[in-house]
């Protein structure tokens, strides 16, 4: 299946993730994308080796419409390919390139696009992972990496950080928004457009990355605002059965040629077994976003009304007419089901919660089909110091709550009950 229609008429990605790149006839008619299980491809002949390791290995340009050729499954793969290319398509990006793991992902695209000297600001806070390669890993290969506070006027405050750091040392924004675990949004036009701003002049450009996992790409598509890369965990929606470990990095075409080098030497990539799986979850994708978000929205609300519950940080409540509410309406296209809430009693509370719920699962990770429900303080964000988290409103009484695809009045009685223990 190609991206258009014979009119020309481009297909929307629910459809593309169903057949875009993939022809049946070059696999026995099968019509599902078989699992490519193989470590290495036979060449037909010495001149293709050849012809396929110029391009692999970026001595020349391909010719019009001249294929990349399949090799040895480090460097590409059947699998990964047809999956990346329905990726890139939903988020509207040149090129995509599928790794063993979300933070596979982040840390081979920053490795590939950073050098000593150069300085990352991030909107904060950022996934747990992320902040232990910004703080302890980055700093050994002379990379600095300067955090600042996300939510409304983060752009403004990574522009006042660029002029101290010497704004030519400022090679990447890089921004996580809805944020891990504070959920707070942050705007990817203003960010994209002060990349821009810093880059003016300059021969190495300013890149704008943004960390979609928590609503993209069918809430979200960071490209739209101006991002040049756009990174997840497929872990997490994109795998979405709790099944698999994956990571996805997608954006502009040089770019994307720097990361897919350094995925071959690093030996980054998902194995053809995973990208198989997320060949099948891609195709659900949309609907379960979208009933997730829909099952969310209730007990959003449910938990707002509930006397133990305080600040219940979710994109679908926020306050009509604030900022972080325009920032929503003009980036999100849904609120997704990521609910942050404080429970009345600190952390015994919390535990006592997190130890009472029976249909949701006491698990860290987030969008698979059950609801998950963890602790950001003394889980996922266990390496950020406490007092930063509480800057970010996160608190000892803090649960994340990842909704799933359980029958609601399941999920909603579940929730009752184990918030009266409290
Ligand atoms: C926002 C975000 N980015 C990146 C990661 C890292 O992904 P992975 O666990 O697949 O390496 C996570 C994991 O929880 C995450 O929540």
Redesign the pocket.
């Known amino acids: 299946m190609k991206r258009h229609s014979r009119v020309g008429k481009e297909f929307n990605p629910e459809t593309l993730a169903l057949g875009l790149g993939y022809e049946p006839a070059l696999s026995q008619g099968s019509l599902k994308p078989p699992a490519f299980l193989t470590s290495t491809f036979q060449f037909e002949c010495a001149a293709d080796g050849r012809s396929f390791f110029e391009l692999a290995y970026g001595l020349r340009k391909p010719e019009a419409g001249e294929d990349p050729g399949l090799i040895y499954s480090r460097i590409n793969n059947p699998n990964l390919q047809i999956f990346e290319d329905r990726i890139a398509a939903w988020d509207r990006t040149e090129k995509a390139s599928t790794f063993a ?4 992902a ?1 840390s081979t695209s920053l490795l590939a696009l950073l050098q000593p000297g150069d300085v990352v600001i991030s909107s904060a806070p950022i ?1 747990g ?2 902040h232990f390669l910004f703080e302890n890993i980055l700093p050994r290969f002379g990379i600095r990496a300067i955090q600042v506070l996300g939510g409304d006027g983060c752009a403004e405050r990574m522009r006042a950080v660029a002029h101290g750091a010497g704004p030519d040392a400022v090679r990447m924004l890089y921004v ?1 928004t809805p944020a ?1 675990p504070s959920n707070s949004l942050v705007d990817i036009a203003a960010v994209s457009a002060l990349a821009r701003e810093l880059s003016a002049g300059r021969e190495r450009q300013v890149i704008t990355a943004v ?1 979609n ?2 609503l993209g790409p069918v809430f979200q598509r960071p490209a739209d605002f101006g991002a040049d890369l756009v ?1 997840y ?4 929606f994109i795998g979405g059965h709790s099944d698999l ?3 996805v990095v997608s954006g502009r075409a040089d770019l994307m040629a720097d990361v897919g080098v350094h995925r071959t030497i690093l030996g980054t990539m998902a194995n053809p077994h995973t990208g198989w799986l997320l060949l099948r979850s891609l195709e659900t994708l949309s609907v379960r976003m979208r009933r997730q978000a829909k099952s969310a929205m209730v007990l959003a609300r449910l938990l707002d009304e509930h006397p133990r519950v305080d600040d219940v940080r979710y994109p679908g409540m926020l306050v009509p007419g604030s900022k972080q509410h325009d920032i929503y309406s003009r980036q999100c296209t849904g609120p997704g089901s990521l609910i942050t809430f404080d429970v009345q009693g600190g952390e015994e509370a919390a535990f006592k919660v997190l130890d009472t719920l029976e249909v949701a699962r006491l698990a ?3 969008g698979g089909t059950e609801t998950l429900v963890e602790h950001p303080m003394r889980m ?1 964000h266990a390496d950020v110091p406490p007092e930063l988290l509480n800057s970010f409103g996160i608190r000892g009484g803090t649960i994340r709550m990842s909704v799933g695809l359980e029958h609601l009045s399941d999920l909603r009685r579940d929730l009752r009950q184990a918030l009266a223990t409290i």
């Open positions: 793991s979300g933070m596979a982040i996934y992972g992320t996580e891990n960390d996992t928590f990174l965990s497929a872990t997490k470990i994956a990571g860290v990770s987030l996922t």
